[in-house]
């Protein structure tokens, strides 16, 4: 104390200063053994090709691009793909496919050479941040567990000799089955019969600075334990107090059951001896359509699951271990794949049909324009193309019929009777219908003949019902939900507007000028 008071006055100013705006800034982070990488959180998508009539390499990245989509996982390196993302602000993780395992563990040359021609060739026009070595190797083809490590040293030595280990991270995406024991998660270990795997994918990961990737799904985790695991736990949904899950040896609550299957990634980490990796979650979604074994696999739990996911990583919400950690998270996944083998809900986990029409809208206008479709809502309900006119009348008339949706507007000599196709007039019923429900996306399927978009299918003196609605807002919301255009996802960061960035720091300076006076009275 007796020295603090022989400093200089100015120079007591500037050190309150230089106190008060490094603790009090927004991004002050507090000191912790893994750091918060300045990019993160985001989220991703993954990106399937399981889909029929899937768009071209040069259509897909248009369509990223135009939904503002800046990180994406393929399950492989598809060259063409990645020739087109080349010069665009998209990250990429490209994939090593598990066939390839084999070869690459059993040859240096094998893995320098599939660096050099799916990596070298297209770095850094084209931004590949990382690779994944296989999918869930140790629960899908254990066979392969003992070349998975070789495989990973081998190709981490291909980018050392590339000169590009530090801007391309290596690891392998894992099951959640690996941990046995997941809650409480204080409790959770991994499995023993592959520990001497995972101890030195940990080691390697610490040693590299590279993530632990996660393969999540709450929707397993609940279909697994129905009755047990509630079903608002699994979707984000918000929760009372003695519905939260407590953790009796940490008494740390969870409101989710994605953050309690992290938070035992962690635990299962620490009882490793390893506190310094963090989790990247490659995938974690929920089917929007399934059989009858699969009765919660529906549009609206879907819409629910991946609104609120994408609220909670944009909100920097951590988990209650690691409140000041957010992992990133790829949904599973961007397009629907058709192609996929039963049972009905493996082709239905995406966010768009293959056409690139949405499947439902995701609801995050709470998170600045994050992934939202339309922040307005501002959506419609309309026929789709390619149905035949008998499905398509059977449908007109249930909801002109049952469904009670107000279909004078395409009687004859009426404003929306033309053009008189069963289309036209099934797209204004199906409207009707859908923003009479409400706009819920479980309103507008009509049997598969109907989707939802953003695009205003009114035409001439024909206004949609979803129009009618709008056109009672102010005009400044009308002209910003025209601009959004059709069907746009916006991918934008939470950000502190400038306003709140002004006020903190006149504040800070008038607080500084305040105790540099008390400083002079003091000292005088």
Do not use: R
């Given at each position: 104390m007796a020295n603090t008071k022989k400093l200089p006055p100015f120079f007591l100013f500037l050190l309150f200063c230089c106190c008060f705006f490094s603790t009090s800034s927004p991004n002050f982070v507090p000191e912790i053994k893994v750091q918060q990488d300045k990019d993160e959180p985001y989220v991703g998508v993954n990106i399937g090709t399981d889909v029929s009539n899937l768009l071209s390499p040069a259509d897909l990245v248009a369509f990223l691009q135009l939904q503002k989509i800046t990180h994406i996982r393929l399950y492989d390196a598809d060259p063409d793909i990645l020739k087109a993302l080349a010069k665009t602000k998209i990250r990429v993780i490209i994939s090593v496919p598990n066939n390839q395992i084999l070869a690459i563990g059993s040859s240096n040359t094998t893995a320098a050479t599939w660096i050099g021609r799916n990596v070298a060739a297209y770095y850094p026009e084209t931004l590949i941040t990382a690779i994944a070595v296989g999918d869930e190797i140790l629960t899908t083809v254990p066979s392969s567990a003992p070349l998975l490590m070789p495989a990973i040293e081998s190709l981490y030595s291909a980018l050392v000799a590339a000169n590009l280990h530090n801007q391309i991270k290596i690891s392998?995406?894992?099951?959640?089955?690996?941990?046995?024991d997941p809650f409480p998660p204080s409790q959770a270990f991994f499995n023993q019969s592959m520990s001497s795997v995972l101890s030195k994918l940990l080691q390697f990961c610490s040693r590299t600075q590279s993530p632990l990737m996660m393969n999540l799904y709450p929707y397993y985790v609940f279909m697994q334990n129905k009755g047990v695991v509630p079903i608002d736990n699994s979707l984000f949904k918000p929760l009372t107090p003695s519905k939260e899950m407590v953790d009796p040896n940490t008494l740390l609550h969870y409101t989710n059951v994605l953050d309690a299957m992290i938070d035992s990634v962690y635990f299962s980490m620490k009882n490793l001896n390893t506190t310094d990796?963090?989790?990247?979650?490659?995938?974690?979604?929920?089917?929007?359509?399934?059989?009858?074994?699969?009765?919660?696999?529906t549009i609206d739990n879907a819409d629910t699951y991946n609104s609120n996911l994408i609220k909670h990583i944009i909100d920097r919400s951590g988990t209650p271990l690691h409140p000041e950690l957010t992992s990133s998270v790829y949904i599973y996944e961007l397009f629907n794949e058709d192609l996929r083998s039963p049972p009905l809900s493996e082709a239905n986990w995406g966010l768009f049909h293959g056409n690139s029409t949405p499947v439902y809208l995701l609801h995050v206008s709470g998170s600045g324009t994050f992934l939202a479709n339309d922040t307005t809502n501002q959506t419609y309900c309309i026929a789709m193309d390619g149905v035949d006119k008998r499905t398509m009348q059977t449908a007109l008339d249930w909801a002109c019929g049952p469904g009670r949706a107000n279909c004078s507007e395409i009687q004859p000599g009426e404003s929306c009777y033309q053009p008189n196709d069963v289309k036209n007039h099934a797209s204004y019923a199906f409207d009707s219908y859908y923003q009479k429900e409400g706009g819920s996306p479980s309103s507008c399927d009509f049997k598969g003949v109907a989707m939802i978009t953003t695009t205003d299918p009114s035409h001439g003196s024909c206004i949609f019902p979803g129009s009618k609605k709008v056109s009672n807002k102010t005009s400044e919301v009308a002209n910003a939900t025209q601009a959004s255009g059709a069907n746009t996802i916006r991918f934008l960061g939470a950000q502190t507007s400038k306003f709140d960035k002004n006020v903190h720091v006149l504040f800070g300076v008038t607080l500084c000028l305040f105790y540099y006076s008390l400083i002079q009275v003091q000292l005088s």
């Open positions: 392998t995406p894992n099951a959640a089955s690996i941990i046995l990796v963090v989790v990247l979650v490659t995938e974690s979604g929920w089917p929007s359509k399934g059989d009858s074994k699969e009765p919660y696999a």
